[in-house]
């Protein structure tokens, strides 16, 4: 039985490119976002893939992403679940700010911590303990058990919100999730053994497949 699940961070939004801290903010794809997206789709498609269910969060910049790259792979039609257990997460005070103005602000290292450790949140927003501890819940009780029935399974996300899921699927810790970025654009392929850690991992990029 395939077991596959594939995690894909949206494409680069317009925040994204004024270095703008997103968070819940609700910002559109910009045109290389869009081209992001549709080369996911094409990648997937020319690898072989596809999905009978796709998961996003409430943003738009993951809702497009995911119908992109469904279009791409003529699955437009497909369930497309959407919930903001898988939002990207809160980033509080920081919430469209520049990320250069904050660090002239509270220094390169307090930014530092609140962009990268695992638990110490931004004022007013959700560190990324808080964040895993809506989504890994959701994964659990919502998407893994479509991958275990043998469905295969998109996830179009954010960052942090996936990095939440990586964490676990790679079987990272506090420490090592900190210097984990993942790449606009650039679809994670999982496929997960019977009791459901994972079996293989590949990073997939035109030309390019990357077996971890």
């Not at 699940?5 to 270095?19: C, P, T």
Request: hydrophobic share 40%; proline share 3%; aromatic share 8%.
């Amino acid at each position: 039985m395939e077991r596959l699940l594939v995690l894909a961070r949206h494409g680069q939004s317009d925040w994204n490119l004024k270095k703008l801290f997103t968070g819940w903010r609700d910002p559109e794809l910009t045109d290389l976002g869009v081209e992001e997206a549709r080369n996911a789709g094409r990648w997937l498609k020319e690898q072989g893939y596809g999905f009978d269910v796709a998961f996003t969060s409430n943003l738009k910049r993951a809702q497009r992403t995911c119908a992109l790259i469904l279009e791409e792979m003529d699955l437009g039609d497909i369930e497309t679940i959407r919930n903001e257990a898988l939002n990207e997460r809160d980033y509080g005070d920081l919430s469209g700010l520049n990320k250069d103005d904050a660090r002239e602000r509270w220094g390169d290292a307090q930014v530092h911590q609140w962009r990268r450790s695992y638990d110490v949140p931004p004022p007013g927003g959700e560190s990324l303990k808080d964040t895993a501890a809506r989504v890994l819940p959701y994964y659990i009780q919502f998407i893994l058990p479509r991958v275990m029935a043998g469905e295969r399974v998109l996830v179009a996300a954010h960052g942090n919100s996936l990095r939440a899921l990586v964490m676990v699927l790679d079987g990272m810790t506090t420490k090592t999730i900190a210097s984990l970025e993942i790449a606009t654009g650039i679809p994670l392929v999982y496929q997960l053994k019977a009791d459901t850690t994972v079996e293989s991992k590949t990073v997939l990029e035109h030309d390019i497949d990357h077996k971890v």
